[in-house]
T-cell receptor
Framework: AQKITQTQPGMFVQEKEAVTLDCTYDTSDQSYGLFWYKQPSSGEMIFLIYQGSYDEQNATEGRYSLNFQKARKSANLVISASQLGDSAMYFC?????????????FGAGTTVTVRA | KAGVTQTPRYLIKTRGQQVTLSCSPI?????VSWYQQTPGQGLQFLFEYFSETQRNKGNFPGRFSGRQFSNSRSEMNVSTLELGDSALYLC????????????????FGSGTQLSVL
C-alpha cells in the first residue's frame, strides 16, 4: 500500500497567487515526521518544511506553510505569493523511525507551473 | 559550506556493463543514503550507510551495492546493467548519529543521471 499519496500530478498557478498541494499518508506509528521537498529541473531535492506528528502548531517557513490535519492523515503544503522560481516538482515524504528507520517514503510528486 | 556532491552528473552505459557512482556528503555528515528516481516508480530507497556500515537496504536486487569510506564518502555500484536501471540516482546526507529522529532531514545532491542503452 502507498504510504504517501499525492493526487495532483500537475498544477498551474498564476504568479503572486497561493497554491495548495495535497498530501495524505498512511502509518500505524504514533511518532512520525512529514517533509516537503522541491525538485527543480536541475534534479536536486531541496528541503522546504517539516511537521512532526506531535507538533501542535502547523509548521511555517517563509512563504511555505503546512496544513496538518492529523486525524485525516493529511499534510498539505501551501505556497503563498507564488513566484516564477517556484515552478518545480514537489514531493511529500514521511519518516517513521520505529517501523522504517533510516529512510524516507516519498509520494509520486506534483508538478507546479507558475504562469506570469 | 559545500553541499552534497555527486559525480559524474551524467553516465551512458550499455546493458551488461557495470557502473560506480560517487557521493561526497556535507562536511560533518556521517549518514549517506541513496535513492533511485524513475518516472514510473518515483523515488525509491536503495540503502543507508553510517560509519561505513549499511543500516538499511531497500527492495533492490543484489546487483545494487554500496559502501562508505572512513571519510563518509560513499559509492554505489550496479553490476550487469539492465535497461530498467536507467534512472536519476540521488545521494543524500544527514547529521544522524544513532537512530534517526522523526525530524532528521536529508540534504540531497543533484544526482547522477544514468542511461542504459
Amino acid at each position: 500500500a502507498q504510504k504517501i499519496t499525492q493526487t495532483q500530478p500537475g498544477m498551474f498557478v498564476q504568479e503572486k497567487e497561493a497554491v495548495t498541494l495535497d498530501c495524505t499518508y498512511d502509518t500505524s506509528d504514533q511518532s512520525y515526521g512529514l517533509f516537503w521537498y522541491k525538485q527543480p529541473s536541475s534534479g536536486e531535492m531541496i528541503f522546504l518544511i517539516y511537521q512532526g506528528s506531535y507538533d501542535e502548531q502547523n509548521a511555517t517557513e517563509g512563504r511555505y506553510s503546512l496544513n496538518f490535519q492529523k486525524a485525516r492523515k493529511s499534510a498539505n503544503l501551501v505556497i503563498s505569493a507564488s513566484q516564477l522560481g517556484d515552478s518545480a516538482m514537489y514531493f511529500c515524504a514521511m519518516r517513521e523511525p520505529l517501523s522504517n528507520d533510516y529512510k524516507l517514503s516519498f509520494g509520486a510528486g506534483t508538478t507546479v507551473t507558475v504562469r506570469a | 559550506k559545500a553541499g552534497v556532491t555527486q559525480t559524474p552528473r551524467y553516465l551512458i552505459k550499455t546493458r551488461g556493463q557495470q557502473v560506480t557512482l560517487s557521493c561526497s556528503p556535507i562536511s560533518g555528515h556521517r549518514s549517506v543514503s541513496w535513492y533511485q528516481q524513475t518516472p514510473g516508480q518515483g523515488l525509491q530507497f536503495l540503502f543507508e550507510y553510517f560509519s561505513e556500515t549499511q543500516r538499511n537496504k531497500g527492495n533492490f536486487p543484489g546487483r545494487f551495492s554500496g559502501r562508505q569510506f572512513s571519510n563518509s564518502r560513499s559509492e554505489m555500484n550496479v553490476s550487469t546493467l539492465e535497461l530498467g536501471d536507467s534512472a536519476l540516482y540521488l545521494c543524500a546526507s544527514s547529521l544522524a548519529g544513532g537512530k534517526m529522529g522523526t525530524n532528521e532531514k536529508l540534504f540531497f545532491g543533484s544526482g547522477t543521471q544514468l542511461s542504459v542503452l
